[in-house]
């Protein structure tokens, strides 16, 4: 059902963000925000605004997970 609203989350300790989404967008066409000012590099933002699917949040839950993981497929979303 439709909903109005964006959900930030707070990636971990020694993850970049912006590569995270990069990485999302790049693989998985993906596309989400980065934090603003202070928060950038820190947090992803998701947008659900519109018609979005339980398949859709699915989706973006497995990629998130993917990405985040050690090594391969996406070992360039850590910084350092």
């Known amino acids: ?3 109005s609203s964006v959900t930030a989350l707070a990636v971990p ?3 970049d963000s912006e590569k995270l989404r990069d990485w999302l967008e790049r693989e998985r066409n993906i596309t989400i925000m980065g934090g603003q ?3 950038k590099g ?3 933002r998701v947008g659900h605004m ?3 699917v339980d398949e859709d949040m699915k989706a973006l839950g497995q990629a998130l997970a993917e990405g985040l993981k ?3 497929p ?3 979303v ?3």
């Open 74 to 76: 996406a070992p360039d």
């Open 1 to 3: 059902s439709p909903s």
């Open 70 to 72: 050690v090594g391969p």
């Open 13 to 15: 300790a020694g993850v």
């Open 78 to 80: 850590f910084s350092g």
């Open 42 to 44: 820190k947090i992803i």
């Open 50 to 52: 519109g018609h979005i």
């Open 37 to 39: 000012d202070q928060l």
